[in-house]
């Protein structure tokens, strides 16, 4: 962050008075036995000859080893510090254990890495050594990370009668499951036949997977003393095999418990010095000299490594870490020891603080005074400043995760802000470039961009430089993107120091990499939708890509979840296909809530390609894609009777006659805001229910869309003129907007038949009806001929006249048209004077004397059955009306037009 930390010797000697640190022979042994190759999980001893070929004695040195050089991703295997030092023209041997790993190796072993020993040759600090290490072929369990813990915190010593946990993490770095039952025991000190484990537990495993890993805790309450701890995994049968290598089985860690720890660091003082005086303010771009004093307030001496890092603000309340020194300490009681170090001030007011011990590894007595801040305010120069305001590294448009990587062949965009954090504007084109690995120590140029003169203070410069990723030849080694702003130095500036920044960036082999680029919501008909209620569906389509650099030969799994990534959640899974690379393809499925489980509300649909991780990807961080849908939970159907009506055959009717059957036509409708979602049940009943009514018919309803209906029919026999009674939803299952309108009636009447038949009636008006058709047939058949009669030309009405009028127009030997004019107004009057009085209403208008004269004996006797079909029933002539919707002629009695379906009332 634009801190640069130098260290600071001040003081010095001549050469011929200076030591010369020189590593002599390396050797890495297995089994006590030298070897330049190994196997993964093998547990090697480096063993290191240190000389000291100088003409002064060495009081402390540090020996360091890396899997590659540090500055190039190299890892820390190892660190010894020696405290007895090294006289002038001596030799010491040094060791230190490595659980290797698979990979190439060229392991670099340094002697005073840090130059903390004023030397004649720096040169000779440094060796080089060559290890291959091949992947084993069978099941390797080793103990790593052993430390303790107190209340979950890392300890470094604790009191006497504390409770303490034991942890270490148990691997399999082997190529095969252990299947071997085993178990992990604590000993204080080191295992020996008899020996007896430490803590509460012992814990047991059945047996491990290639590559798994288990999380190992044992408690434990240590008595006084300095404690070596040994953790070991054996067999739990001791006469079984556990794994191929058994030398990395046990790992130990050492603890010191006492109730009065002597040793207690702390923090005197801060000091800046400018021109060799304590200043608190300085100028932009100015070099500060800062001096920091420890001491040891303890009551024993403290010799060993010390750890102090420098920050800008309160490192517990977010302070940025811009500088660390690891010294070899040796101090007394009272004594003290100077941390000095070097910073480009920057503008503002800064509080720089010191910490001793961050990690607490020292055991001491006062933990809380291990820490100090001082204040230094910088005032501006009229200078621009360059520097990296941002770097990200970016694969088709998504930020990698720098943890995971990505893979070879992969198009990384590496995107740069160019900030001036200056307060003038630059005045130059000054040049940025991007580097693998550093350039100051021969790294390789990959692009450059140019940022143009003019930029202003606060002002951004953005510009992208892509980078093919090529995998590293050693297993082990890390890229490492390097970005310098300015790069030629050609814009003076406040800070010279904060123009560089750096990425490294793990890559691997090709592979594919799946990611979802969209999905949309539509309704059933493709329409984009945002909102819907209980009872519809969404169709939801998603596309999947390959972005990654190889074929996905496999068929991923699409999984669509509803609000969380659970499996109670998941509502669709559906196969995809083998993707290419950059090919895509989409996959559709439908969806509707279900008012059991969905609440109303916003809800999220998240969809998942390859959510178990079956595929092998380059990441698996772009695997899913959510969206969002409103679910109207308070958007209720409406279910209401629509029509009832009655027919026989295609009539309507709205009478009967009891004991006659007729079709009952039933309509139901939904008027709500939403489908039905929940089944309802249509109940029609002749008469109330509640009155003695009987149950016609029960139907169900399963769905019905808002604004349509559904029609149901019944054939009854009508016994009574009790109503026609509809429920829908008779116990409200269904929630509704309205349950009040759920019931429909309709009426039909129904006639009962006459009390008793009187056959006397019956019988009169049989024989009065053969003699008037007698009496007709002699009329007719006397007529003399001659122009026809007006009788055509007579209304309809006189249908209803009686047969009796006919023959009387005969007796009269007038003129026909003096009886067609005469008669009509005669018959009437005289026909009641002659009419026996229990005749019917149509048979008094007969002579019963003068009809049995006329009747000749040959009349045949199938001429009555004619007769009798005329007078039975009413009439049949329909008043004739037209459908006030349609036009359509129909009968005023009907109640529903055959046409149009509507009411006609």
């Known amino acids: 962050d634009g801190w640069k930390i130098d260290n600071i010797k001040v003081g010095g000697r001549s050469d011929e008075q200076m030591a010369d640190l020189k590593l002599g022979n390396v050797r890495i042994l297995l089994d006590g036995y030298p070897v330049d190759a190994a196997v993964a999980g093998d547990v090697l001893v480096f063993n290191m000859t240190i000389i000291n070929e100088g003409r002064a004695n060495v009081d402390a040195y540090v020996v360091t080893a890396y899997t590659d050089h540090p500055l190039k991703g190299g890892t820390e295997i190892g660190r010894v510090v020696v405290l007895d030092g090294l006289s002038v023209g001596m030799s010491s041997a040094t060791t230190m254990r490595w659980i290797a790993s698979a990979g190439r190796y060229d392991m670099y072993i340094?002697?005073?890495?840090?130059?903390?020993?004023p030397e004649q040759n720096e040169v000779n600090n440094l060796r080089v050594v060559h290890l291959d290490v091949d992947d084993t072929s069978a099941g390797d369990m080793i103990l790593t990370g052993m430390h303790f813990e107190a209340d979950g915190l890392p300890i470094f010593g604790a009191g006497v009668g504390d409770l303490i946990t034991i942890v270490a993490t148990l691997t399999n770095v082997g190529t095969a499951t252990v299947s071997t039952p085993m178990v992990v025991r604590a000993y204080d000190g080191p295992y020996a036949p008899g020996a007896e484990p430490i803590g509460d537990i012992q814990p047991r495993l059945n047996g491990m997977e290639a590559g798994g890993e288990r999380h190992i805790e044992i408690p434990w309450r240590p008595l006084e003393g300095l404690h070596t701890v040994h953790l070991m995994v054996t067999p739990q049968d001791p006469m079984t095999t556990l794994d191929f290598n058994v030398h990395n089985n046990v790992t130990w860690a050492e603890l010191e418990v006492t109730d009065h720890p002597a040793v207690d660091l702390y923090i005197e003082e801060i000091y800046f010095i400018m021109d060799g005086h304590v200043a608190t303010q300085a100028s932009e771009g100015d070099n500060v000299h800062t001096l920091a004093i420890i001491g040891n307030d303890g009551s024993v001496p403290y010799r060993g490594m010390i750890e102090v890092d420098v920050y800008r603000g309160d490192p517990d309340a977010g302070g940025l870490l811009v500088g660390k020194e690891m010294l070899i300490a040796d101090i007394g009681p009272d004594e003290d020891l100077e941390v000095e170090f070097d910073w480009r001030a920057e503008l503002g007011t800064h509080a720089v603080t010191i910490f001793v011990d961050p990690g607490n590894t020292i055991y001491e007595s006062n933990e809380d005074n291990n820490q100090l801040g001082r204040g230094l305010t910088v005032s501006m120069y009229p200078l621009p400043d360059l520097t990296v305001g941002a770097m990200s590294l970016l694969l088709n448009g998504e930020e990698l995760n720098l943890t995971e990587g990505t893979n070879a062949g992969a198009n990384v965009e590496v995107s740069i802000s160019v900030l001036n954090l200056g307060t003038v504007k630059t005045k130059a084109v000054s040049v940025t470039e991007l580097y693998l690995g550093n350039p100051l120590l021969g790294g390789e140029l990959l692009g450059s961009f140019e940022v143009p003169e003019g930029l202003n203070p606060d002002e951004v410069f953005m510009d992208s430089i892509f980078w093919k990723a090529v995998k590293p030849k050693q297993k082990s080694d890390t890229p490492v993107l390097f970005v310098r702003v300015d790069s030629t130095g050609v814009e003076p500036e406040v800070n010279e120091f904060n123009n560089d920044d750096l990425r490294?960036?793990?890559?691997?082999?090709?592979?594919?990499?799946?990611?979802?680029?969209?999905?949309?919501?539509?309704?059933?008909?493709?329409?984009?939708?945002?909102?819907?209620?209980?009872?519809?569906?969404?169709k939801i389509e998603v596309t999947v890509t390959n972005v990654g650099t190889d074929v996905s030969f496999q068929v991923a799994q699409l999984d669509l979840y509803l609000d969380d990534l659970d499996e109670a959640s998941r509502f669709a899974t559906i196969g995809t296909s083998t993707l290419g690379i950059g090919e895509t393809v989409s996959r559709s499925t439908t969806w509707s809530p279900d008012p059991m489980k969905v609440e109303g509300g916003v809800h999220l649909i998240i969809a998942v390609i390859d959510p178990v991780n079956e595929i092998t990807e380059s990441s698996d961080a772009n695997n899913d894609l959510t969206g969002t849908i409103h679910v109207d939970g308070d958007a209720l159907p409406n279910l209401l009777p629509m029509d009832i009506w009655v027919t026989v055959g295609d009539r309507p009717v709205d009478r009967l006659d009891e004991g006659d059957k007729g079709t009952i036509h039933l309509r139901i409708v939904n008027l709500g805001e939403a489908p039905l979602f929940t089944p309802a049940s249509v109940e029609l009943f002749h008469g109330e229910p509640t009155q003695g009514g009987v149950a016609v018919e029960i139907w169900q309803i399963t769905e019905l869309e808002v604004g349509a209906n559904v029609s149901f029919e019944k054939e009854w026999t009508f016994e009574n003129d009790l109503p026609l009674v509809l429920y829908i939803d008779r116990n409200n299952m269904v929630e509704e907007t309205n349950e009040n309108d759920n019931v429909g009636t309709a009426q039909v009447d129904v006639e009962p038949p006459p009390e008793g038949a009187n056959y006397l009636v019956i019988g009169i008006m049989i024989g009065i009806a053969l003699l008037v058709l007698v009496v007709m047939t002699i009329v007719i058949g006397r007529r003399p001929s001659g122009p026809p009669s007006k009788e055509g030309e007579e209304d309809e009405d006189e249908e209803d006249e009686p047969p009796v009028e006919e023959a009387g127009k005969e007796v009269p030997e007038e003129p026909a048209e003096d009886i067609e004019v005469e008669v009509p107004e005669e018959a009437p009057e005289e026909a009641p004077k002659e009419a026996p009085e229990e005749a019917p209403d149509e048979i008094p208008e007969v002579a019963p004397e003068e009809a049995p004269a006329e009747v000749p004996s040959e009349e045949p006797a199938e001429a009555p059955q004619e007769v009798t079909?005329?007078?039975?029933?009413?009439?049949?002539?329909a008043v004739a009306a037209a459908c006030p919707h349609c036009g359509e002629g129909v009968d005023q009695e009907w109640i529903l037009c055959p046409f149009c379906d509507k009411p006609l009332k």
Do not use: F, K, R, W
């Open 869 to 877: 079909e005329e007078p039975s029933g009413e009439p049949e002539a």
């Open 110 to 117: 340094y002697v005073d890495e840090a130059n903390q020993v």
């Open 504 to 538: 490294p960036l793990p890559v691997g082999a090709s592979l594919p990499d799946l990611t979802i680029i969209s999905m949309s919501i539509t309704d059933m008909n493709g329409a984009p939708v945002e909102s819907i209620t209980y009872g519809t569906s969404i």
